[in-house]
């Protein structure tokens, strides 16, 4: 008779009970974040489900269709334009070298700093009709106002522009990020088959890319639907103007959460679109051991026409509206070096580094789970993560103000009643909510920057890390991070510089006395007070290139170059 003894134990692998724990805890804390997007979104549908329809039916009789078609052909322009410059100048500086090659490299980032707005209030200071270009022409020509045509810089054209030189570093980011990854191999292979460089490129290199540039267009999408302050000094009516004058101008707020709607069925729309062109697209590196695509060094007509198509932008979105500024800040009364600046310059920059913490933190538990659980669950999380980005800033920032206000005065309630103690205002008067309203607006621009980097990472990686006894937080914090250390730089990088940048939410939700440096442009702008906004808005862009310089030399240092 065999006994318990005797009987041979069941083999179970030592981390199998951790696995299944550090799964839950992934799983968990993704749907958290998933959680906290999805609440200012729902707060404003039951707000537009309650609210009457009278302000819709009129805005569908008059200025709605208008709204739509604007948006969706200012999308389409930025689109084009960011996808052209952003792949296009990515590739010049990762497989050529000429003149100004690696300075270019950096500097291509730099107008991400910029706030769109300001370009367009440089910009009108320039071009408009009263401006210095426009002024001098008519002294040295002698024509009137009407004997000349000059393009109006107050158009769609003009604010697609102006999105298209501060948001074409989203594609140049993660684009040149995915080919300094990508192996020769493949390029070399190509290219001893008959193709010519171009033809390697775009039958090789491009499609290995994907990924990382669809992310890269869809942030410069959804982040152009949500644009306010450009199209709104330019005169241009978009589904964001319709909702801020709904909210804000005319106090119809379920009006403005209906028109919100109307811009969340656009984030959901592009974001399936955004998963049908990457499709199956994958490409897989071969680690440390890989080696990159040498530069070609170019001569003559093309080296200079490679810097000339890598400075343009350069000088259109940075150099020439530093100028500009530069000249409408002097002799304004703004003293950078008062204890108000300083202060100012301060909440600035925490305001912004635990936002991009938090953010990035969130878009890796997002991104991991969907690597650990891929399935409907999983993908559904990442759709609601990535919608908050397509939404104005004032409305996350309402819709989040609205139940922690509500939560805030119950607990006072309950506090004052049976202790007789106040608790006040404990998060909607602190910096939390604030962080919370920035994570919801910029997951999808970490996510964005993560997963073009988690998608060169095979999966037989995490395979060889389960054989070797590593849990999953183990094989993230051992295998995944160190190799997607540039991405991580990059998702860093543009979550830190977008709430720099960031107004509406700003103003909404700051405690008291906690004012930031966009807020203190606003206000000057809203004075009509340019020369003086122009001093706090040259600040936003000095603060933000440092974090800049950084990454573009981290991410060289990583490829190795």
């Not at 006994?3 to 299944?20: F, K, M, N, W």
């Not at 008959?194 to 540039?213: D, E, H, K, N």
């Not at 343009?312 to 950078?336: N, R, T």
Request: glycine share 8%.
């Amino acid at each position: 008779m065999t006994t318990s003894e005797d009987r041979p134990a069941v083999s179970v692998p030592p981390d199998s009970a951790p696995r299944r724990r550090d799964g839950r805890v992934v799983g968990g804390l993704a749907q958290v974040v998933a959680l906290v997007c999805l609440l200012p979104m729902v707060a404003v549908a039951l707000a537009a489900l309650t609210g009457g329809t009278d302000t819709v039916a009129h805005l569908l009789d008059t200025v709605l269709p208008g709204y739509a078609l604007t948006t969706l052909k200012l999308a389409a322009l930025v689109a084009a334009g960011t996808l052209v410059i952003g792949v296009g100048t990515a590739w010049l500086v990762t497989s050529a070298r000429f003149p100004g090659a690696r300075w270019l490299e950096i500097a291509l980032v730099l107008p991400l700093a910029f706030p769109a707005y300001v370009l367009a209030y440089a910009y009108t200071f320039v071009l408009d009709h009263p401006g210095i270009v426009q002024a001098t022409l008519r002294q040295v020509t002698g024509w009137g106002p009407r004997d000349y045509w000059f393009p109006e810089i107050r158009s769609e054209g003009g604010a697609a522009l102006m999105l298209v030189l501060v948001l074409y570093p989203y594609v140049y980011l993660l684009a040149r990020a995915a080919f300094l990854q990508q192996s020769a191999a493949a390029f070399v292979a190509a290219r001893t088959l008959g193709r010519t460089q171009f033809g390697a490129f775009w039958s090789v290199s491009l499609p290995m890319a994907r990924p990382a540039i669809a992310g890269g267009v869809l942030l410069a999408v959804m982040e152009t639907i949500a644009d306010y302050g450009t199209v709104a000094h330019f005169g241009v009516p978009t589904f964001a103007t319709g909702i801020y004058t709904s909210w804000f101008s005319l106090a119809d707020r379920a009006g403005a959460a209906q028109l919100a709607l109307c811009l969340l069925s656009f984030a959901l729309v592009l974001a399936v679109l955004e998963r049908q062109t990457r499709g199956a697209a994958r490409y897989h590196g071969a680690g440390k051991r890989h080696v990159g695509l040498p530069p070609r060094q170019l001569s003559g007509g093309r080296a200079i026409a490679a810097t000339l198509a890598c400075a343009l932008p350069v000088v259109l979105g940075f150099a020439l509206p530093v100028v500009i500024l530069l000249a409408m800040g002097i002799g304004s009364e703004q003293d950078l070096l008062s204890r108000r600046y300083t202060g100012f310059i301060r909440n600035s920059l925490i305001l912004a580094s635990v936002s991009a913490v938090v953010t990035l933190a969130a878009a890796i538990c997002i991104s991991f789970y969907q690597r650990l659980r891929p399935g409907r669950r999983a993908a559904g999380t990442a759709y609601v993560a990535r919608l908050g980005y397509a939404v104005p800033g004032g409305v996350i920032a309402v819709g989040l103000m609205v139940p922690f206000a509500a939560f805030d005065n119950a607990l006072d309630a309950v506090m004052r009643a049976r202790f007789d103690v106040s608790t006040g205002l404990l998060i909607t008067g602190s910096i939390w909510l604030m962080v919370a309203a920035f994570m919801v607006r910029f997951l999808a621009a970490a996510l964005g920057a993560y997963e073009g980097g988690q998608s060169t990472i095979h999966a037989n990686m995490d395979a060889a890390a389960r054989s070797l006894g590593q849990t999953p937080w183990g094989t993230l914090r051992r295998v995944h991070l160190p190799i997607l250390t540039p991405s991580l730089l990059t998702a860093l990088l543009i979550v830190f510089v977008d709430v720099m940048k960031e107004l509406p939410a700003t103003l909404i939700l700051r405690p008291f006395n906690f004012d930031t440096l966009a807020v203190q442009a606003f206000r000057l702008a809203s004075d009509e007070r340019l020369e003086g906004a122009a001093v706090p808005s040259l600040v936003i862009l000095a603060v933000g290139l440092l974090p800049v310089i950084l990454i573009c030399r981290q991410v060289g240092r990583q490829a190795g170059r």
